[in-house]
């Protein structure tokens, strides 16, 4: 909560890496990794009955909002919108608490769900919800960057009493985090890992269009598909490629291929009918 009460103005990073921004319709939210623009700035404002809660305020004059509508139908997580009530309710309420072990920020609603930056593939990519997460517990951590200082606290140090408040100004400069699968100037190397890019079989055996990618630096099957089954929040899943010949699908089960190889995968939940051939 220090943090908040010396700034005037903040943006949002999430685990992703992408930051949190107000969509140009004024209405919803979204998190992207360019956030030097105005839509990933949030003013800070404080309840005058509570100490320890903070509003977030768009470029818009909307407000950072829990509502009650569910984001996805039958999946868990409810719709984070802007919003301006004409009375200010705990759904424009932000509790802040420091995750000790890595010192970021976590923000509660007043019903005790937390915001969260979701992964995954299409319509969860890129969407933000509040809940409780029962797996991905790091999507609900949030890195703070003070970009604009409030006039009537303390200084915190000269290097943030420096930034400007401009956010698209040349004068302002944050330290630059590494885009996983990037290799520019950082010296990697094919250990590095490959990239995995998946699609969904669906409940019918049909494959979904929608397809998501990651960075895996494992060395086998069984590692893979813990890591697909952290992506796609799906248990007991079949890793899957495609015969090029007659289109049909076939489980991984021997070693991957060679050299870090990039790999497009099919993942089959345990309910699709799919799974009923292997």
């Not at 397809?211 to 060395?219: A, C, D």
């Amino acid at each position: 909560m220090e943090l908040f009460q010396k700034a005037k103005a903040v943006r949002l990073r999430s685990h992703h890496r992408k930051y949190l921004l107000a969509d140009d319709d004024g209405e919803h939210v979204s998190q992207d990794r360019q956030g030097t623009g105005k839509n990933a700035r949030w003013t800070v404002e404080f309840d005058q009955d509570y100490d320890n809660v903070i509003r977030l305020k768009s470029c818009f004059g909307r407000y950072l909002t829990a509502s009650e509508d569910v984001h996805i139908l039958g999946l868990t997580g409810q719709k984070v919108i802007q919003s301006l009530p004409q009375k200010l309710d705990s759904s424009v309420i932000w509790e802040p608490s420091v995750f000790l072990e890595n010192s970021k920020i976590r923000l509660k609603t007043r019903y005790g769900n937390y915001l969260r930056a979701n992964g995954g593939v299409p319509p969860w990519r890129n969407s933000i919800t509040h809940d409780i997460p029962h797996r991905h517990h790091d999507w609900i951590l949030w890195d703070v960057e003070v970009v604009e200082i409030r006039v009537d606290s303390k200084p915190v140090d000269s290097g943030l009493s420096s930034l400007d408040s401009d956010l698209d100004s040349e004068s302002f400069h944050l330290t630059s985090v590494p885009i996983l699968g990037s290799d520019k100037g950082s010296g990697s190397s094919k250990n590095d890992g490959r990239m995995i890019f998946y699609k969904l079989a669906d409940d019918e055996g049909g494959v979904v269009d929608a397809e998501g990618s990651f960075l895996f630096k494992g060395n086998n099957v069984e590692e893979l598909t813990q890591n697909l089954e952290e992506e796609t929040e799906l248990e007991n899943i079949t890793v899957c490629s495609r015969n090029p010949l007659n289109g049909k699908l076939y489980p991984l089960r021997l070693a991957l291929p060679p050299n870090n190889t990039t790999m497009h995968v099919i993942v089959v939940p345990a309910t699709s009918k799919a799974a009923k051939d292997f």
